[in-house]
T-cell receptor, first 111, second 114 residues
Framework: EDQVTQSPEALRLQEGESSSLNCSYT??????LFWYRQDPGKGPEFLFT???AGEEKEKERLKATLTKKESFLHITAPKPEDSATYLC????????????FGAGTQVVVTP | EPEVTQTPSHQVTQMGQEVILRCVPI?????FYWYRQILGQKVEFLVS????????KSEIFDDQFSVERPDGSNFTLKIRSTKLEDSAMYFC????????????FGPGTRLTVL
């Protein structure tokens, strides 16, 4: 059965304190791994798509990487506006678009 | 980035009543997805809809649920007889372009079943 596990569940950072979030997955034939950001009461906001091991994507202070079993989202020198829940999702190769999400990592960045 | 709106933003209903949630993309799309998120829990896939047909559905999407494209532009999710456990945020999502993998989510409808 496909599974997506994110850790830690919550992370509290000082502004400027870099850290990494983990997403480990088991899926039958990975089509893609996706990172989203979700603010309270809002819909998930797309960040990155990763397709193959070794791939990296960057956007401002965020960098996503992928291995055969897990993905990391690195937050470099975070600011308070980076506070959000970060969601990881996978899509299996035989899927018609179904995204399977992890429970997310809630990140709080304090000034 | 494609845009999608959802109406209503909040729906309160009595148990056993029917509700219809609407999703309107800014541009024309053939692919649509519905997800739900119970408060404090994961985002869960409900159904994918392509060219007026269901292409994939989860075990959550039972006979109480249905999807339609009533007028060629907006998409609806209907829950025939709501239960307390249907209380959740319901999100529709559309791909960046037809057939693309990235999905862009709407703002959601908060459904409260009393």
């Amino acid at each position: 059965e496909d599974q997506v596990t994110q850790s830690p569940e919550a992370l509290r950072l000082q502004e400027g304190e870099s850290s990494s979030l983990n997403c480990s997955y088991t899926v039958s034939g990975l089509r893609g791994l996706f990172w989203y950001r979700q603010d309270p009461g809002k819909g998930p906001e797309f960040l990155f798509t990763l397709y193959s091991a070794g791939e990296e994507k960057e956007k401002e202070r965020l960098k996503a990487t992928l291995t055969k079993k897990e993905s990391f989202l690195h937050i470099t020198a975070p600011k308070p506006e980076d506070s959000a829940t970060y969601l990881c999702a996978v899509q299996a190769g035989d899927s018609w678009g179904k995204l399977q999400f992890g429970a997310g990592t809630q990140v709080v960045v304090t000034p | 980035e494609p845009e999608v709106t959802q109406t209503p933003s909040h729906q309160v209903t009595q148990m056993g009543q029917e509700v219809i949630l609407r999703c309107v993309p800014i541009s024309n799309h053939l692919y649509f997805y519905w997800y739900r998120q119970i408060l404090g829990q994961k985002v869960e896939f409900l159904v994918s809809f392509y060219n007026n047909e269901i292409s994939e559905k989860s075990e959550i999407f039972d006979d109480q649920f249905s999807v339609e494209r009533p007028d060629g532009s907006n998409f609806t999710l209907k829950i025939r007889s709501t239960k307390l456990e249907d209380s959740a945020m319901y999100f529709c999502a559309i791909p960046r372009t037809s057939g693309a993998d990235e999905q862009f989510f709407g703002p959601g409808t908060r459904l409260t079943v009393l």
